[in-house]
């Protein structure tokens, strides 16, 4: 059974940081191509960032994000500083079809977690 579970989300002031985590089960971790995804309220799915072998961020986070993965731990993460109050969203791991690169619609993912509530505010 393949799970994806997030967590680390929850709320900070702007300029502040959180580090969230992505733990996966049940499929070949290292094989896949993870990303990260969030939906702010009112708003569609936005593409944040990719991994396989080496990440990609999307201009937006870029010098702000950062992607990495423990293929050990199956465990994929995503630090993000100098948060700003319009990235408040539920934040989603998602799994890639195999063979896709880097995966930045919701088309191209065949995992999802449940997402996690990131809330930047004062």
């Known amino acids: 059974q393949v799970q994806l579970v997030e967590s680390g989300g929850g709320l900070v002031q702007p300029g502040g940081s959180l580090r969230l985590s992505c733990a996966a089960s049940?499929?070949?971790?290292?094989?896949?191509?993870l990303a990260w995804v969030r939906q702010a309220p009112g708003k569609g799915l936005e593409w944040v960032s990719s991994?396989?072998?080496?990440?990609t961020l999307a201009d937006s986070v870029k010098r702000r994000f950062t992607i990495s993965r423990d293929n050990a731990k199956s465990t994929v993460y995503l630090e993000m500083n100098s948060l700003k109050i319009e990235e408040t969203a539920k934040y989603y791991c998602?799994?890639?079809?195999?063979?896709?690169?880097?995966?930045?619609?919701?088309?191209?993912?065949?995992?999802w977690g449940p997402g996690t509530q990131v809330t930047v505010s004062s």
């Open positions: 998602a799994g890639a079809f195999p063979g896709v690169w880097p995966a930045r619609t919701r088309f191209e993912y065949k995992y």
């Open positions: 049940g499929f070949t971790f290292s094989e896949y191509v």
């Open positions: 991994i396989y072998r080496d990440g």
